[in-house]
């Protein structure tokens, strides 16, 4: 026993003869802590077991808390900014087996034994302990502690510490706090702040090591920040993520599924979003929670394989009963994103944002119904609930709030009476909320819903009328068109918009505009009003106008079977064209009590016009009414007034329901309307005005 405890203290005297008597330390400006040390190249078994009489070739590097790098005499590599000190040896007990020696059996005498201990002691002065190292850095306290983007920085330079990612993080954790102006002078400072540099490389330095969630998290608080998405930094984060992805556990797919959404597309991105979507194709049953879902699904795109798409769909439906009333919400916007039209999904969820709709912030209910238009998703009994519940909450809203609420509501062609009654009442009675942007807005949206009260709509277009007059010349000609389009729509025509808008130089710019057809399709609806309507506009109008190529007429053959069938060959035309390019589907002659259909061959044979009544028949598709499919909107009610002024009695056949009806069926409804006395509803009232 004493034999082998004097060996094994020979071997540690011949270790210690191997550590030279001084090393060189030198101060790197950054370096990592962390809260071991670390010995490259070294083991104990090893050593023991190797040759003592060579020396060390390899250097031994030790990372303390205050980011000191040790190096021996023999390298001879230098770096920019670093410093070097020279310090004492320090010789340390490396074997970590604890050595118990018994006082009488040991060969060494208690001389030597204290000489050891005291050296140790010495050693163990110089060496840093767990009493004397600081509290750990965490993004909380950097975010509660600093002020600005650049005392986190300041934070940095003077003690820099592992991981990086806290320093990232507090910044945007702090940027969120400020306004615009403020942010973007602090991001400003930030990129001149001589240490964002080296917080940038200690980042890139520290991507392999640190915990994969706090890579992510740094990815996106870099992104947030306005680091150039093409700097060396973001596509190193990248890179790095790709090669770790498979480290994804379900809280990391939630934020790389977020970092992904708030970046911009680009070739790294694009492979990162190709990993993601095996990733999630592998992983999707294992997803538990409903957010990491919808997040899954906003960061897969629109090209994402129909595949894919359809088992995310599924999976949502299994956690239908899991759902929130903001996941149900959000999951509007989510289908809009990855641009998947699930019709079930989209119409449970529309259940549950009716049922829990008061109180919901009306920025969330203009985004469902943003993501609604971008889906071509029409639910009547939604938009009726958003529109009863802003309707009955009006005066808490502002107008400019309604108002972009109405214009979403004019893309579905969905017409509330009691919300529009109420926005007009309001417009009358505060005209001075009233901008360019908005009088040309609200127009467009009153004239393509056509919507006309009779109580307030004098008062309403009188308003609107002298509100536009006052921004005739700050108007573009071409949204100076579309308002004057939009009162001749609902048969109002103020004169000094007219007047503006018929300057020559107006008309040839309208005319030389890159929307050229556009622009002479309702160039000529003005004309064809200011010659049919009852105008108080006197002057000649003489629009040389282009004509317009001839859209491709296909007649519903059903109809033309049944009026065969109904009236026989010879008693009805098909694709008449009139004046002002008006074409109607089928035109029939009838006595002036419209009572008998008239052969055409007879029809020159009448003496005079007064006894006879022409009839047109108009084949009309979903998207000329209303979302109701009850309500004709503008352009054909200012038709169906047109046709009257020309002499015509208007039948309104819906092809819809035409192709549901059998031949005996559809032989029944247009013998009804052809020799029914009653006319067909147009909704539009002729209110004239000189403005």
């Known amino acids: ?151 986190v920085l300041d934070t940095f330079s003077e003690a820099p510490t592992f991981p990086s990612s806290n320093y990232f993080l507090a910044m945007w954790t702090i940027a969120k706090r400020m306004s615009n102006d403020q942010k973007r002078f602090e991001k400003q400072l930030m990129f001149n702040h001589p240490a964002f540099t080296q917080l940038c490389e200690q980042m890139m330095r520290e991507a392999k090591i640190m915990y994969y969630d706090h890579l992510l998290f740094s990815l996106y608080a870099i992104v947030k920040l ?101 996941n149900s919400q959000r999951m509007f916007e989510v ?16 259940k549950m944002v009716i049922g829990n709709i008061h109180g919901c912030p009306l920025k969330i209910l203009i985004n469902i119904l943003q993501s609604c238009r971008d889906l071509r998703y029409r639910n009547l009994d939604l938009f009726k609930g958003i529109a009863d519940y802003v309707a009955t909450t009006f005066d808490i809203w502002k107008l400019k709030q309604v108002l972009f609420l109405l214009i979403l509501f004019e893309n579905f062609a969905f017409r509330h009476s009691g919300l529009m009654d109420l926005f007009m009442k309001k417009v009358v009675d505060e005209p001075g909320f009233l901008n360019m942007k908005s009088i040309v807005s609200i127009l467009h949206v009153y004239s ?8 307030q709509t004098r008062e309403f277009l009188e308003v609107m009328a002298s509100a536009l007059t006052g921004y005739l010349h700050h108007l573009s000609s071409e949204n100076l068109l579309n308002a004057v389009c939009s009162f001749c729509l609902m048969n109002h025509f103020p004169l000094a918009p007219i007047n503006q808008l018929l300057q020559k130089d107006i008309i040839s710019e309208l005319l030389m505009s ?14 064809a009003c200011l010659k049919l309507d009852d105008a108080p506009y006197h002057k000649a109008v003489d629009l040389v106008l282009p004509s317009l190529p001839s859209a491709p007429l296909y007649p519903n053959a059903k109809v033309a079977e049944v009026l065969s069938s109904l009236l026989g060959e010879g008693y009805f035309s098909e694709n008449v064209h009139l004046p002002h390019n008006y074409h109607i589907d089928f035109e029939i002659r009838m006595d002036s009590n419209r009572s008998q259909v008239l052969p055409l061959s007879d029809v020159n044979v009448v003496t005079s016009a007064t006894d006879t009544q022409r009839v047109a028949v108009l084949c009309v598709p979903k998207s000329a009414y209303c979302l109701d499919l009850t309500h004709p909107r503008g352009f054909l009610a200012m038709k169906m007034r047109h046709l009257k002024v020309m002499g015509f009695h208007v039948i ?40």
């Not at 992805?245 to 599924?257: A, F, P, T």
């Open 1 to 151: 026993m004493n034999n082998r405890a004097g060996s094994i203290l020979w071997n540690l005297r011949q270790f210690s003869t191997l550590s030279p008597t001084s090393t060189t330390v030198r101060l790197y400006p950054l370096g990592f802590c962390r809260p071991r040390t670390v010995y490259s190249n070294w083991n104990p078994r090893n050593l023991l077991l190797n040759n003592f009489e060579s020396k060390m070739q390899s250097s031994i590097r030790y990372l303390f808390q205050d980011a000191l790098i040790f190096k021996s005499e023999d390298d001879d590599f230098q770096m920019k900014g670093m410093s070097t000190v020279t310090a004492l040896t320090v010789n340390k007990l490396l074997c970590p087996r604890r050595l118990c020696f018994d006082s009488k059996q040991s060969p060494v005498s208690d001389n030597e034994l204290k000489k050891t201990n005291i050296h140790h002691q010495a050693s163990n002065e110089d060496l840093p302990t767990k009493e004397t190292k600081p509290a750990p850095v965490t993004f909380r306290k950097l975010s509660q502690e600093c002020n600005s983007l650049s005392d």
């Open 448 to 455: 393509s819903l056509n919507h006309l009260n009779r109580g």
């Open 652 to 691: 309104l056949v819906n092809n819809w329901e035409m192709e549901k009806l059998q031949m005996k069926d559809a032989v029944t409804f247009l013998k009804s309307q052809i020799y029914s006395t009653e006319d067909p509803p147009t909704a539009d009232v002729n209110f004239q005005s000189t403005c």
């Open 514 to 527: 890159d929307d050229k057809e556009r622009n002479v399709h309702r160039l000529q609806v003005l004309a």
């Open 335 to 350: 289908l809009a994103t990855m641009d998947h039209r699930s019709v079930i999904l989209l119409n449970e969820c529309s």
């Open 226 to 326: 306005d680091v150039p998405q093409n700097t060396l930094l973001v596509q190193t984060l990248l890179r790095v993520v790709q090669e770790r992805i498979n480290e994804c556990d379900e809280k990391c797919l939630s934020v790389l599924s977020t970092v992904l959404e708030a970046m911009e597309p680009c070739k790294n991105v694009d492979v990162l979003r190709a990993g993601l979507r095996i990733l999630v194709d592998q992983q999707v049953w294992k997803i538990e929670r409903v957010f990491t879902l919808q997040s899954v699904m906003r960061s897969i795109g629109k090209d994402a394989p129909i595949a894919l798409k359809r088992k995310l769909e599924m999976k949502a439906l299994r956690e239908l009963d899991r759902f929130s009333i903001l």
